[in-house]
């Protein structure tokens, strides 16, 4: 290649040759001069736009690459740009290749950044309904470090964890409606579909609502089911434990047992959540509700007859111990209140049990009295039949004269006993009386106020028919005489007659026959008790109901009869 100084000389040479003059060669090399400049002035203008547009493109470069690098959190990059040569091509080819690799670096990180936020997008929608949080999960191009997608993919993996809680919390809660639905016989399927439609749609594919409103839906629907089942419960061992006591009081039978007998479970069960299927649905508890009514009903109609059995008892107990019933429980009274449903009648059968111990109690305590008082009857008995004897004109000569002699010696010596059986009785009913606290009732009368009248009645019966017989108003009525005894001396305090109204020396008064001491006369004594410690005690006695006792009335036509006092006072113990 030939230089430009050797083409100058072949230039001289060809000048020369031609014969050009100096000033035509000066001019031309000054054109050659200026051209060559000009060449010069173009191509350093080209290079410089070429060095400047270098310059622009390592500079966009750069800063891309640091952009880049920020972004992506390629910090291990910025020292090799650091050590980079001072050739703005060797640094073009230094920084592209960098470039190319961030940029394919960067569309990866935002796929992996996308895919995050998306699936965070679509569980935050499936927990907040309304999607309210949705917007805080925007991508930042500015910040697409693995610092923020681990931040981004932590928050994914609590969301996700979050939805596989709330979905067991979810399916837990379906399980538990579905079994208590199951329990007390509730439809299922419309029960959760009032609370969210997806939880019952089965192979569609998609997945059950696990919002907070259906959360809470969920819960409360538990809730109730919950309060429902325990009231149901409290209902159904309500309504057993009176079948227990109703099958228990009426024995009844086990085949009429048998279609409450898987009920009897339940009883005392603590673990509520093994109870079978159905068990306490509103048809059992009705059924079980709807039995023990009818037991009831039964249970008030066998009570009535065991009530009616129990105060037959009691008055048969009372009767013969002459204890006075309580009127309170009368079977009349004892039915209304049965009927009434005020009272149970359980408890109203042991009112009247508790009623028939205290009764045999007492009994058994009055019984030495009552047994004096049988006597005391016995001789009542003895002196009537001894005063029919004695009034009987044929009574030496009739069949069996012999006989009835005999019983009449036997008669004569028990009514001659009848005053002091009688102070007897009441010493031994005071000392009871003091014994117990309370007065003893004969028939609801106090047995003193009936023994003192007795004495009183008897006493003036004897002093009318003294009187009389002093007055010559009385007739013979016997033949048979006997000498009064000195135990009836001592009770009344004074010398009886030896004769009664008819002329009979038998030593005791003959009662008249039913009278009422209603008219007694001013004449008439005032009782006094010889034989007991307490004898002021009835001094106020004599004032007693003459209805009530009913017992003598000063009719002369009775006087003829002195046994029928003891006869009166017999009837009026054994009414």
């Known amino acids: 290649m030939n230089t430009c100084s050797s083409l100058l000389r072949e230039l001289e040479e060809l000048w020369k040759e031609m014969g050009e003059s100096r000033e035509d060669k000066d001019r031309i090399l000054l054109e050659l001069e200026r051209e060559c400049l000009q060449v010069y002035r173009r191509k350093y203008e080209e290079v410089s736009r070429l060095r400047a547009q270098l310059h622009h493109e390592l500079a966009a470069k750069e800063a891309e690459l640091a952009a880049l690098v920020a972004s992506l959190g390629e910090h291990n990059l910025q020292s090799q740009m650091e050590k980079r040569s001072q050739s703005l091509k060797k640094q073009l080819a230094l920084v592209s290749p960098l470039l190319e690799d961030l940029r394919i670096k960067k569309e990866e990180r935002m796929k992996q950044f996308a895919n995050v936020l998306s699936e965070m997008k679509k569980l935050s929608a499936e927990i907040e309904e309304h999607n309210s949080h949705n917007d805080n999960f925007r991508l930042d191009e500015h910040d697409l470090s693995l610092r923020k997608l681990n931040e981004f993919q932590e928050q994914l993996q609590a969301i996700q964890k979050e939805k596989s809680d709330r979905l067991c919390k979810v399916l837990e809660y379906v399980n538990e409606v579905h079994s208590l639905c199951g329990v007390l016989e509730l439809d299922f399927g419309r029960i959760v579909n009032e609370v969210h439609p997806s939880l019952q749609e089965k192979g569609t594919g998609k997945s059950a609502s696990i919002s907070d409103s259906t959360l809470d839906g969920l819960a409360q629907v538990v809730l109730k089911l919950k309060t429902e ?31 409450f007998k898987r009920l ?14 159905g068990l306490l649905s509103l048809k059992i508890i009705e059924q079980a509700e709807a039995e023990v009514e009818r037991l009831t009903r039964l249970k008030a109609s066998r009570m009535k007859e065991i009530a009616t059995r129990r105060r037959s008892e009691l008055e048969e107990i009372c009767r013969e111990a002459h204890i006075q019933v309580d009127m309170s429980t009368s079977l009349e009274k004892c039915y209304a209140l049965i009927d009434s449903g005020l009272v149970d009648p359980v408890e109203l059968v042991a009112n009247f049990e508790a009623q028939i111990v205290k009764a045999k109690e007492e009994a058994i305590s009055r019984k030495e009295i009552m047994d004096k008082i049988n006597r005391w009857l016995v001789a009542c008995d003895e002196e009537n039949w001894l005063e029919a004897y004695n009034q009987d004109g044929n009574r030496y000569g009739g069949r069996g004269a012999h006989l009835n002699r005999k019983r009449a010696e036997k008669a004569r010596v028990i009514v001659n006993k009848i005053p002091d059986m009688v102070d007897n009785l009441i010493a031994k009913t005071f000392a009871w009386e003091d014994e117990h606290d309370i007065s003893f009732l004969y028939d609801g009368v106090r047995l003193v106020s009936i023994l003192e009248e007795y004495k009183h009645a008897r006493f003036e019966t004897y002093e009318e028919k003294r009187q009389l017989r002093d007055n010559g108003k009385l007739q013979k009525e016997s033949v048979f005489e006997s000498k009064p005894s000195p135990q009836r001396s001592y009770n009344f305090n004074r010398t009886r007659a030896q004769k009664n109204g008819n002329g009979n020396d038998n030593g005791y008064m003959n009662s008249p026959s039913r009278q009422n001491f209603g008219d007694r006369t001013k004449e008439q004594l005032v009782l006094h008790s010889y034989s007991s410690p307490k004898k002021n005690y009835f001094k106020e006695m004599i004032g007693l109901s003459t209805t009530k006792l009913s017992l003598l009335t000063r009719s002369k036509e009775s006087l003829s009869g002195g046994s029928e006092l003891g006869f009166q006072f017999r009837n009026k113990l054994r009414i």
């Open 264 to 277: 009897k479970g339940i009883l005392g069960s603590q673990d509520h959540d093994a109870i079978l299927s």
């Open 229 to 259: 089942k325990e009231v149901r419960m409290q209902k159904l061992q309500g309504a057993i434990e009176s079948l227990l006591k109703l099958w228990n009081l009426m024995q009844t039978s086990e085949q009429e047992r048998l279609p």
